[in-house]
């Protein structure tokens, strides 16, 4: 039988109590998401539960009125030792499962299928599943989708845990500013790390890096990035710049990258993405009608011995590739800023990449440094990546960093930057 070794366990009950899920009401926040599942599957029965040390709490439930279970192996016990989704065409002839009382006693489960809830950092919290009164079967294609939608859900987590964390870093950083601990400069950076992802996934064959470098004010910016998966062999990438500063853009910052995630998930073509991110800050534009970004997505996929990058972009600094043999080209073409307008425009651009490409995302504060009585601007970012030499990502990153420092350039925004770099076919 599947066990976690006691040290793998108490990691993953460490996390189960850091995101704060087991005891507190259910807001509804993933309803949706249940109901969704149910109507997609044609199921009765949708949850999604958080497995505890001695128990499972169900934190959303459609099709059933329970809240808690004995942690019983068979069914979402059994589900978060493995990697990969777990499905059960007939729980009753499953020697570990047909003894678990949902299966012995009511509601008597015959289907059931969960995909983990997979945080970040490799643990499994929970599981989203799907249950039927009735043996049945579900074919790959879907088993992908229930993956995906168990995805959405930990995106979800991770927003409220964020957001949460958010709040009480602010809270306890102003309150050191009052008291001289930190200047304001220091906390404006501090929160606008919190907003960035606190590591970037592992690509197998190709390399990723992120710099973030605030201009130093005491205003928190609203520049971003974010690397996270899809599905199997893809990837999103992105990075943009919200509107203004302070947390109004902290807001939007948010807002911004949880809706790109969400919107990826259901839509391949990052076109379409950018089309669902607009009509979303569209919907909440603020009072002042200025929830507005600018952004650069991409989907990166690994397929037949290269990487295939789609990448859309709305009213951004366009992503950079430079070739192995030193040539450089944009990979995008301009469109419409995010949250702006509802008629905006994106297209869509596609590039296959060999070992030794690399794409530069970046920021128009790159761009926009001051260089004497002149900015920066787009051919001098060129050129560093042209004469870069051949290597990691981050040392593409030091390459442009040492031409800013070379052109004296001054910052006059917050800069983030984001590359990637193939190393070996897939």
């Known amino acids: 039988m599947l066990s976690l070794s006691p040290s793998r366990e108490a990691e993953r009950l460490a996390a189960v109590h850091?995101?704060?899920?087991?005891?507190?009401?259910?807001?509804?926040?993933?309803?949706?998401?249940?109901?969704?599942a149910a109507s997609v599957f044609d199921v009765?029965?949708?949850?999604?539960?958080?497995?505890?040390?001695?128990?499972?709490?169900?934190?959303?439930a459609h099709g059933v009125a329970v809240t808690d279970v004995p942690r019983e192996p068979g069914l979402c016990a059994s589900a978060i030792l493995r990697d990969e989704p777990y499905?059960?065409?007939?729980?009753?002839?499953?020697?570990?499962?047909r003894h678990n009382s949902l299966v012995a006693g009511e509601p008597r489960l015959r289907f059931y299928a969960a995909a983990p809830l997979t945080t970040s950092d490799g643990l499994n919290l929970g599981t989203l599943c799907i249950a039927d009164h009735e043996p049945r079967s579900i074919t790959p294609a879907q088993v992908e989708v229930l993956s995906q939608?168990?995805?959405l859900v930990v995106d979800g987590?991770?927003?409220?845990?964020?957001?949460r964390a958010f709040v009480a870093w602010e809270s306890d950083l102003r309150r050191s500013a009052e008291h001289g601990q930190r200047s304001a400069e220091e906390l404006a950076v501090a929160l606008q790390r919190a907003l960035l992802p606190p590591a970037l996934p592992v690509i197998p064959g190709v390399d990723v890096a992120a710099r973030y470098r605030p201009m130093g004010s005491a205003d928190i910016?609203?520049?971003?990035?974010d690397v996270f998966p899809l599905r199997r062999n893809v990837w999103g990438v992105a990075v943009g710049d919200v509107c203004g500063k302070g947390p109004e853009a902290a807001a939007i910052t948010t807002a911004a990258r949880y809706a790109l995630r969400a919107a990826a998930i259901d839509h391949a073509e990052p076109r379409r993405v950018l089309d669902l991110v607009n009509e979303a800050l569209l919907l909440d534009d603020g009072d002042d009608g200025m929830r507005f970004c600018t952004v650069a997505f991409g989907r990166l996929r690994a397929s037949q011995g290269s990487f295939r990058l789609t990448v859309s972009c709305g009213g951004h600094p366009l992503p950079l590739l430079r070739r192995r043999d030193g040539t450089v080209e944009a990979v995008a073409v301009p469109g419409t800023a995010v949250g702006l307008v509802e008629e905006a425009r994106f297209a869509d651009r596609r590039a296959r990449l060999e070992p030794g490409d690399a794409v530069l995302f970046f920021t128009d504060g790159l761009t926009e440094l001051r260089v004497g009585g002149e900015l920066f601007g787009t051919d001098r970012v060129v050129r560093a990546l042209a004469d870069a030499p051949p290597g990691d990502a981050a040392g593409l990153l030091d390459a442009v960093e040492a031409a800013v420092a070379a052109s004296g350039g001054r910052q006059a925004d917050d800069i983030a930057m984001l590359a990637l770099v193939v190393r070996d076919a897939p």
């Open 18 to 36: 850091r995101y704060d899920v087991l005891d507190t009401p259910a807001d509804g926040t993933f309803d949706r998401i249940t109901a969704l």
């Open 44 to 60: 009765p029965i949708a949850i999604v539960t958080v497995v505890d040390e001695d128990r499972i709490r169900f934190h959303s």
């Open 87 to 97: 499905v059960l065409d007939d729980a009753t002839v499953d020697p570990v499962a």
């Open 149 to 151: 939608l168990a995805a």
């Open 157 to 163: 987590l991770e927003l409220r845990l964020s957001a």
């Open 221 to 225: 910016g609203g520049d971003f990035y």
